[in-house]
């Protein structure tokens, strides 16, 4: 009996992993991503299909830990001054958005479906919610977090779980019913602002003393004890006063954003973060009611088409009235554009409250689930509907473009060689092709021009022909090799330093008179010496080899150069050949 009982409550979570195990990889796979792979398997075995799940509602207790995990994690990434400076994203467009978008969609339920209007103000507001774990979890899979679009849909979501707070607030004013006397407005308040300035004291004063007294235990499972309780505590402590366990959570994290063990919380967390994050889109898809999308499918085709059109829009428009720049605002209200997971809460209350229908509140839910599900898809038409508005690009003045060296190119490489010019002192003019780097590269103490380097007309203006130097760091080798002839007709005697793709990209550009530099040699050449030292070769010895193959090295370039790529009769050829012979035919 007892191992029966056993198996029994292992069964659930062996059909949640299975599913799970089954369903994303194939996802990924057709490039559908996970969260789309979460939700479908979630479809299986929830009631509609396979019904290995009658109650739905029993994993979405667990899974929303997901959420407030999540929040925590993001709020270790930030730091009170960097929340500071995305307050105009956070108060500014995350506002807007809310209303402008709640006030557009309460059109469709009022007019065209004829519900009654605190219950379209409801539905609108909840629907201007988008879903910070679907959201977070697109942007990290595409390494988009630190992006312009990232960063300015983090902050209207941020915003938006802070409003589910009056939301709920909102839905008990409109309420029909007699409103249980629970105290005064004043005392409710004055809890929350006690549970903040708690979570903000506990954080400030006594957690990092903490976290040294158990990092000095030595015990690394405390430390995740630990780190585990101070999330769902701050989270819980939010919710006993009202406010949301995201919003604790999220408070935690940043409290903790510059704390010694940071890094170590952010590392203990993360696995329980990713399985939650998973179970919760298990459950959102669990929720799915089929019958109820069958016997209503042509209404919410309609309604998510309507929904996911008009928030695009309206976050489109309140990001570009906020002076984000086209390429940023189309990215952020694509990513912006379903329903999130605090409608669930928000209408399951007002359906109690009688603000609305139970019927109303289901077909509300399973469009949320519906937009959420097609989310990944309608990512995708952000490059094409980018492409389609060429005149976003910017049209830079060059008239204060002075510098002495030009640089073309601020990549990866691109940055490392302006910090080692302005480190000399040399003044820089710097043209980069693409946006969104443009406006992040500020910080660097020289301004970055917006510039095609393959134009003639923008290589003049950018001061190409009074510069001392031109150094080419752009990452295409077609790129590349178009800027150095246009560079070589118009402006012959300017030196030119280049950056080069490989061995057979370096030869070319020799010909034309330019120093080039391949990308990869200096790096790999450190890594070798690195490797010697690290198998206890002396410092010494490991840099006079280095020297010996960086200078053998230029003497086949330098025969190829001079005869050909087959200089010496095969010796050295442009195929990768070792300047050392294997072990085995050493004899």
Same mark, same amino acid.
Request: glycine residues 10%; proline residues 4%.
């Given at each position: &009996?007892?191992?029966?009982?056993?198996?029994?409550? %292992?069964?659930? #979570?062996?059909?949640?992993?299975?599913?799970?195990?089954?369903?994303?990889?194939?996802?990924?796979?057709?490039?559908?991503?996970s969260?789309?792979?979460?939700?479908?398997?979630?479809?299986?075995?929830?009631?509609?299909? !396979?019904?290995?799940?009658?109650?739905?509602g029993?994993?979405?207790g667990?899974?929303?830990?997901?959420?407030?995990? $999540?929040?925590?994690?993001?709020?270790?990434?930030?730091?009170?001054?960097? %929340?500071?400076?995305?307050?105009?994203?956070?108060?500014?467009?995350?506002?807007?958005?809310?209303?402008?978008?709640?006030?557009?969609?309460?059109?469709?339920?009022?007019?065209?479906?004829?519900?009654?209007?605190?219950?379209?103000?409801?539905?609108? %507001?909840?629907?201007?919610?988008?879903?910070?774990?679907l959201?977070?979890?697109?942007?990290?899979?595409?390494?988009?977090?630190?992006?312009?679009?990232?960063?300015?849909?983090?902050?209207?979501?941020? &915003?938006?779980?802070?409003a589910?707070?009056?939301?709920l607030?909102?839905?008990?004013? !409109?309420?029909?019913?007699?409103?249980?006397d629970?105290?005064?407005?004043?005392?409710?308040?004055?809890?929350?602002?006690?549970?903040?300035?708690?979570?903000?004291?506990?954080?400030?004063f006594?957690?990092?003393?903490?976290?040294?007294?158990?990092?000095?235990?030595?015990?690394?499972?405390?430390?995740?004890?630990?780190?585990?309780?101070?999330v769902?505590?701050?989270?819980?402590?939010?919710?006993?006063?009202?406010?949301s366990?995201?919003?604790g959570?999220? %408070?935690?994290?940043?409290l903790?954003?510059?704390?010694?063990?940071?890094?170590?919380?952010?590392?203990?967390?993360?696995?329980?973060?990713?399985?939650?994050?998973?179970?919760?889109? @298990?459950?959102?898809?669990?929720?799915?009611?089929?019958?109820?999308? =069958?016997?209503?499918?042509?209404?919410?085709?309609?309604?998510?088409?309507?929904?996911? !059109?008009?928030?695009?829009?309206?976050?489109?428009?309140?990001?570009?009235?906020?002076?984000?720049?086209?390429?940023t605002?189309?990215?952020?209200s694509?990513?912006?554009?379903?329903?999130?997971?605090?409608?669930?809460?928000?209408y399951?209350?007002?359906?109690?409250?009688?603000? &609305?229908?139970?019927?109303?509140?289901?077909l509300l839910?399973?469009?949320?689930?519906l937009?959420?599900?097609?989310?990944?898809?309608?990512? =995708?038409?952000g #490059?094409?509907?980018i +492409?389609?508005?060429?005149?976003?690009?910017?049209?830079?003045?060059?008239?204060?473009?002075?510098?002495?060296?030009?640089?073309?190119?601020?990549?990866? *490489?691109?940055?490392?060689?302006?910090?080692?010019?302005? +480190? =000399?002192?040399?003044?820089?003019?710097?043209?980069d092709?693409? *946006?969104?780097?443009?406006?992040?590269?500020?910080?660097?103490?020289?301004?970055?021009?917006?510039?095609?380097?393959t134009?003639?007309?923008?290589?003049?203006?950018?001061?190409?022909?009074?510069?001392?130097?031109?150094?080419?760091?752009?990452?295409?080798?077609d790129?590349?090799?178009?800027?150095?002839? @246009?560079?070589?007709?118009?402006?012959?005697?300017?030196?030119?330093?280049?950056?080069?793709?490989?061995?057979?990209?370096?030869?070319?550009? +020799?010909?034309?008179?330019?120093?080039?530099?391949?990308?990869?040699?200096?790096?790999? @050449?450190?890594?070798?010496?690195?490797? $010697?030292?690290?198998?206890?070769?002396?410092?010494?010895?490991?840099?006079?080899?280095?020297?010996?193959v960086?200078?053998?090295?230029?003497?086949?370039?330098?025969?190829?150069e001079?005869?050909? !790529?087959?200089?010496?009769?095969?010796?050295y050829?442009?195929?990768?050949?070792? $300047?050392?012979?294997?072990?085995?035919?050493?004899?």
């Amino acid at each position: &009996m007892a191992e029966a009982a056993h198996a029994t409550v %292992l069964l659930e #979570p062996v059909v949640l992993l299975s599913a799970a195990v089954l369903a994303v990889p194939i996802a990924k796979r057709i490039g559908l991503g996970s969260v789309l792979g979460y939700i479908a398997a979630g479809v299986a075995v929830g009631p509609s299909v !396979l019904g290995l799940f009658a109650e739905p509602g029993r994993v979405t207790g667990v899974a929303e830990l997901g959420i407030v995990l $999540l929040l925590f994690v993001i709020g270790l990434e930030l730091n009170l001054s960097r %929340l500071w400076s995305m307050r105009r994203d956070i108060m500014g467009v995350g506002t807007a958005q809310i209303l402008v978008s709640g006030a557009l969609i309460a059109l469709y339920p009022f007019f065209v479906a004829g519900r009654s209007l605190p219950a379209s103000i409801v539905a609108g %507001l909840g629907l201007a919610l988008s879903s910070t774990a679907l959201v977070m979890q697109l942007l990290e899979e595409r390494r988009e977090v630190e992006a312009p679009h990232g960063r300015t849909a983090f902050a209207v979501l941020l &915003m938006q779980d802070l409003a589910i707070v009056p939301l709920l607030a909102l839905v008990a004013f !409109l309420s029909p019913l007699p409103r249980a006397d629970g105290g005064p407005l004043w005392l409710a308040a004055a809890e929350m602002l006690a549970a903040v300035a708690a979570v903000v004291l506990v954080g400030r004063f006594l957690l990092n003393p903490l976290f040294g007294l158990l990092a000095r235990s030595g015990a690394r499972e405390i430390m995740t004890a630990a780190a585990l309780l101070v999330v769902l505590g701050a989270a819980a402590l939010m919710a006993a006063v009202g406010l949301s366990m995201a919003t604790g959570a999220f %408070l935690a994290g940043v409290l903790l954003a510059e704390s010694t063990y940071r890094h170590e919380l952010e590392a203990d967390i993360e696995p329980f973060r990713g399985l939650l994050l998973g179970l919760f889109f @298990l459950s959102v898809g669990m929720s799915v009611d089929l019958a109820v999308v =069958r016997a209503n499918w042509a209404g919410l085709l309609a309604a998510a088409s309507v929904l996911t !059109l008009t928030k695009a829009c309206a976050m489109y428009a309140v990001s570009r009235v906020f002076g984000h720049s086209h390429p940023t605002a189309v990215r952020a209200s694509l990513l912006l554009a379903q329903g999130g997971e605090f409608g669930f809460v928000l209408y399951s209350t007002a359906a109690a409250a009688q603000v &609305m229908t139970p019927e109303h509140a289901t077909l509300l839910v399973a469009l949320v689930t519906l937009s959420m599900a097609l989310t990944p898809l309608i990512v =995708r038409l952000g #490059p094409l509907l980018i +492409r389609e508005r060429p005149g976003a690009e910017p049209e830079e003045d060059f008239s204060d473009a002075r510098g002495s060296v030009l640089l073309i190119g601020f990549g990866r *490489v691109g940055q490392l060689v302006a910090q080692v010019l302005l +480190r =000399r002192g040399f003044a820089l003019t710097i043209i980069d092709s693409d *946006v969104e780097q443009v406006e992040a590269a500020a910080r660097f103490g020289a301004r970055v021009h917006y510039g095609d380097g393959t134009r003639l007309d923008v290589l003049r203006a950018a001061g190409a022909g009074r510069a001392r130097l031109i150094v080419v760091c752009t990452d295409v080798q077609d790129t590349t090799d178009r800027v150095v002839t @246009l560079m070589r007709e118009a402006f012959p005697d300017t030196p030119c330093v280049v950056r080069a793709f490989d061995r057979r990209h370096a030869l070319a550009l +020799r010909r034309t008179g330019v120093v080039e530099v391949r990308e990869t040699v200096e790096s790999a @050449l450190a890594m070798g010496r690195e490797a $010697l030292v690290s198998l206890g070769v002396p410092a010494g010895d490991a840099e006079a080899v280095e020297r010996d193959v960086r200078r053998r090295d230029q003497e086949r370039l330098a025969l190829q150069e001079a005869g050909g !790529l087959y200089a010496g009769g095969g010796q050295y050829t442009v195929r990768p050949e070792p $300047l050392e012979p294997p072990l085995e035919q050493r004899s």
